[in-house]
């Protein structure tokens, strides 16, 4: 019989997955999806002692809501946020970005918390939220860096003993290959 933690990572990842799908087809319905997805994992990742995901659900949450305004925001006013590419200037900053973020994360999980996955929920915590943020603006590479954090997030996942989250980012993987492709069709047909 399943624990209650165990239904609702499940739950969680089911509402994860279905915001990913519609991302893919650049659906605002993602970002319901990714608020409820987030409430629910935060909860799970709290109990797992993986603090840093933990609170990156709450960063999640207000990036959700950004990203239903500006998308609703474009939608009212007749626009739609178009695909683009990232430019040399933003791919630097998101490195830049990105190592700072872990390392910080890094120092706070190393020096406040008993976790034992300090590096690996660093990294995809810190990337995870540069690549929620980087959705709201439609770059299509972005589908690049949700690759790279679904992989380290299986290993995260499976070791933490979160086999449901480590599917849904197996599944990610593929997903996120067939959203950049998408992405980058729609580039070319607007273009």
Known sequence: ???????IE??????????????R???????????????LCMY?????????QMSLQLIYIALCIYGIVTWLKHKKAGTVVEVVHFTQKVFIQILLTGATLTTV???????????DVVLLDSI????????TYLFTKK??????????????GI????????YSMAILYFIFIGTATQGYFLWKKSFKEKN
């Open 1 to 7: 019989m399943m624990s209650h933690l165990q239904i």
């Open 10 to 23: 499940i739950a969680g990842a089911a509402c994860s997955f279905l915001g990913v799908w519609f991302l």
């Open 25 to 39: 087809k650049q659906s605002i319905l993602y970002w319901p999806f990714n608020l409820v997805s987030s409430a």
């Open 44 to 52: 799970v990742f709290g109990q797992k002692g993986i603090y840093a």
């Open 105 to 115: 994360l890094y120092f706070i999980l190393s020096k406040f918390t008993n976790s």
């Open 124 to 131: 995809t915590t810190a990337f995870s939220l540069i690549g």
């Open 139 to 152: 770059y299509i590479e972005t589908w690049l860096i949700w690759i790279v954090v679904d992989v380290l």
């Open 155 to 162: 290993g995260l996942f499976i070791h933490t003993q979160l």
